[in-house]
């Protein structure tokens, strides 16, 4: 695979990284589903322990089932997006590793037919 593909590959995969730990989730309450809250971003609620106690609307009663709920979403969200991005620097390493293989394969083949060992 060429390292610019790769190279490009490991961009994607490290946007998406900032995407998933930076998007807040939705999570719906309720018996139907008529309620949605919007949590916390996954960062704040993986990295900071936020307690992500809704505000507004939502009644007091139904407070710790929806913060629960809300910790759960963003803690899987931010697994998501670390893996998203681990693989983006392994990606990125793939492609500086090919990148330099093959550039010396390059540079030494060059060597190779100026000395006449073609």
Known sequence: M???????AGAVLLCVF??????????DHGRHGEDTYDCLAPYDTALNGADNIPGGEPDPVNDDTVAASCREAGRERFRLAA???IAGVVVLL??????????????????????GRV
Not at 18 to 27: F, G, K
Not at 99 to 111: D, L, P
Request: aromatic share 2%; charged share 25%; no cysteine.
């Open 2 to 8: 060429r390292p610019r593909l790769l190279a490009l």
């Open 83 to 85: 893996a998203a991005g």
């Open 94 to 115: 793939g492609a500086a590793g090919t990148g330099i293989a093959g550039h010396r394969r390059t540079r030494h083949a060059g060597r190779d037919r100026r000395a």
């Open 18 to 27: 900032v995407w998933l730990a930076m998007d807040n989730p939705s999570i």
